[in-house]
């Protein structure tokens, strides 16, 4: 059973900058599509970045383009987000999601399209 694991949440102030990590364990070998969700208050859960397995095909949602990056070390089973710039809008609970994939070069955007997910971790940004 894959376990995934979010740390690096917090809370800051706006402007600066937070990296998060999802670590995978449990997995078999097979090739594995990661992203990174967040849900707010009273809102809907959204992707906000994605990656592909062979980490040269990237997804970024429109808010948050040019200030996040998504990055992953398949030697290590993890998968990063680099948040800089950040603003009070990003406030949620960033949740780490993955799915066995056939093809290295896909990402996945949609939450029905993912298997696993972590617990999620805090991230608070105040004005």
């Known amino acids: 059973q894959v376990q995934l694991v979010e740390s690096g949440g917090g809370l800051v102030q706006a402007g600066v900058s937070l990296r998060l990590s999802c670590a995978a364990s449990?997995?078999?070998?097979?090739?594995?599509?990661m992203g990174w969700f967040r849900q707010a208050p009273g809102k809907e859960r959204e992707c906000v970045a994605a990656?592909?397995?062979?980490?040269?095909?990237?997804y970024y949602a429109d808010s948050v383009k040019g200030r996040f990056t998504i990055s992953r070390d398949n030697a290590k089973n993890t998968v990063y987000l680099q948040m800089n710039s950040l603003k009070p809008e990003d406030t949620a609970v960033y949740y780490c999601a993955g799915v066995v994939t056939y093809y290295r070069g896909d990402y996945y955007s949609r939450e029905r399209e993912y298997d696993d997910w972590g617990q999620g971790t805090q991230v608070t940004v105040s004005s």
């Open positions: 449990g997995r078999s070998a097979s090739m594995y599509a």
């Open positions: 990656i592909s397995w062979s980490g040269g095909r990237l």
